[in-house]
């Protein structure tokens, strides 16, 4: 067998490196990788911008439902509110950094329709249209995830490609049957998209069982939202694997040991620990109440897991998923703080008057959640502009 031959060394600008040397007359010159990078990045600005729409439009029929001044005063986006916060905003922002993770052109299309869906949601176009488009996100993301499953096989993203499968199915239970039956599908998809991120970017110190420990919960937590569709009281067992599975998160995450640390890392444990304890909040209400148990409960239920845990997340992780969707650094800064702190403070207020029947106090809360996500949102923005 012939000797290979090591490949010669350049120094960068030398007349004989690969990046200096002259290529044939007609030959297309690559662009160096980070202006390829940045010019990825300004593609997939559209997607982002469709997703910043839907978090818009989804806090202002956030107003709506709380029955107080609101941008724009329109019933149906009240009504169509839940689907236009987790399918429009959240399912575009997920789907596309796993469309990222895929690099392939195809897959681009699943945030894209999520993000049509909830502007048609919200236009004078039949409400049907933008559900059909969220089914057809729905269907798009699941292949996305096969293809990443079978890229990796392995149980984090077999619980992921599960998480796509709750929100197809999430998205087809809205179009056949009605918004809140879809409601326990789109908690699964939220809960175990985030948890399987988080098993995954502490997989160091979780090991190798959390990944099997994860599919077991996410198996239980799917099982248990099938029942809910035939048996009264399944949406109780619903909130039992919802209270274990945010237990068994904050039980193992490493962030509990990093509150004490000091800059980024206690901002992002104590987002963390936040976001486990209203997601164990939520499921033990629901375990108890039931979904329809009262007003109160459901509200508690509904903006525990996709306000309290969802967001508390998004807010967490933002200075790491952010830049690689975005292509531009978001640096932590102290600023972080504040939207997270009223978020929570929010939360407690609107949780105190949604159980204890205190009008007033729900609505100041509601509204206080609200003005951290745009606070979040103008902060996050500035720091990449300046970043």
Same mark, same amino acid.
């Given at each position: 067998m012939p000797t290979p031959v090591p490949a010669a060394r350049h120094r960068p600008g030398s007349p004989t490196s690969p990046a200096t040397r002259a290529a044939p007359p007609g030959t297309a010159i690559p *662009?160096?990788?980070?202006? *390829?990078r940045r010019r990825d990045a300004n593609s997939r600005l559209p997607l982002v911008a469709l997703g910043g729409v839907s978090l818009l439009c989804g806090l202002n029929a956030g107003l709506v439902r709380l029955e107080v001044w609101a941008p724009v005063a329109s019933q149906r986006a009240g009504d169509v509110h839940g689907l236009v916060m987790v399918l429009g905003f959240l399912g575009t922002l997920i789907s596309l950094e796993r469309a990222q993770a895929l690099g392939r052109s195809w897959a681009y299309l699943a945030p894209g329709l999520y993000g049509a869906g909830a502007l048609a949601l919200l236009s004078p176009a039949p409400v049907r249209l933008g559900q059909l488009l969220h089914v057809e996100a729905g269907v798009l993301f699941v292949a996305v995830y096969i293809a990443l499953w079978r890229r990796a096989p392995r149980p984090l993203v077999a619980v992921q490609v599960l998480s796509a499968v709750l929100a197809l199915g999430g998205a087809l239970v809205a179009l056949l049957l009605d918004i809140p039956s879809a409601l326990a599908w789109l908690i699964g998809f939220v809960v175990l998209t985030i948890a399987a991120e988080r098993a995954e970017l502490a997989q160091l110190v979780m090991g190798?069982?959390?990944?099997r420990a994860l599919l077991a919960l996410s198996a239980a937590l799917t099982l248990a939202i099938l029942a809910a569709l035939v048996l009264p009281l399944g949406d109780r067992l619903v909130g039992v694997a919802l209270a274990v599975t945010g237990g068994w998160l904050l039980r193992h995450d490493v962030v509990r040991h990093q509150v004490r640390l000091p800059g980024q890392r206690r901002y992002l444990a104590v987002a963390l620990l936040a976001g486990y304890l209203d997601l164990i909040?939520? &499921?033990l209400v629901l375990a108890s109440f039931g979904l329809y148990g009262g007003t109160g409960a459901y509200d508690v239920i509904v903006h525990g897991v996709f306000l309290g845990f969802a967001i508390s997340m998004v807010m967490a992780h933002a200075p790491v998923i952010l830049p690689a969707v975005l292509g531009r650094p978001l640096p932590y800064r102290p600023a972080l703080w504040g939207p997270l702190l009223l978020l929570?403070? &929010?939360?407690v207020l609107r949780f105190t008057g949604a159980l204890g029947g205190f009008t007033a106090a729900w609505q100041a809360g509601g509204?206080?959640?609200?003005?951290a996500m745009l606070a979040f949102l103008v902060t *996050?923005? *500035?720091?990449?502009?300046h970043g």
């Open positions: *662009a160096p990788p980070d202006a *390829a190798l069982r959390a990944d909040l939520a &499921g929570h403070a &929010g939360l509204v206080l959640t609200v003005i *996050a923005v *500035a720091l990449v502009v």
